[in-house]
Nanobody, 119 residues
Framework: QVQLVESGGGLVQAGGSLRLSCAAS????????MGWYRQAPGKQRELVVF???????TYADSVKGRFTGSRDNAKSTVYLQMNSLKPEDTAIYYC?????????????WGQGTQVTVSS
């Protein structure tokens, strides 16, 4: 089993910044990719940033230039630096990891952290 624990969400005014963190733990052999998704009320979950091993991060068009995803492989942690936040960024943000365990490669999700941007 793999556990993903997120932190860093909260309430911020438009134009402000937040930094999310997500640490993976458990019976992990290797992590192939990590990233962030978000789900706003009444909407489907959508990709924010996807960061595979040895490859360039892929961002949703709506966050390009404002959000930066990064990984610390030594700590099995992924970060999301969010700048110039807008009210439409309000959502629950979920960490995702594709990890290799003794059972094979599977995708895992964190419990989600709320980000609220006030206008």
């Amino acid at each position: 089993q793999v556990q993903l624990v997120e932190s860093g969400g909260g309430l911020v005014q438009a134009g402000g910044s937040l930094r999310l963190s997500c640490a993976a733990s458990g019976n992990i052999v290797d992590i192939n990719a990590m990233g962030w998704y978000r789900q706003a009320p009444g909407k489907q979950r959508e990709l924010v940033v996807f960061i595979p091993d040895d490859a360039t991060a892929t961002y949703a068009d709506s966050v390009k230039g404002r959000f930066t995803g990064s990984r610390d492989n030594a700590k099995s942690t992924v970060y999301l630096q969010m700048n110039s936040l807008k009210p439409e960024d309000t959502a629950i943000y979920y960490c995702n990891a594709k990890a290799l365990t003794g059972w094979g490669i599977e995708g895992y999700w964190g419990q989600g952290t709320q980000v609220t941007v006030s206008s």
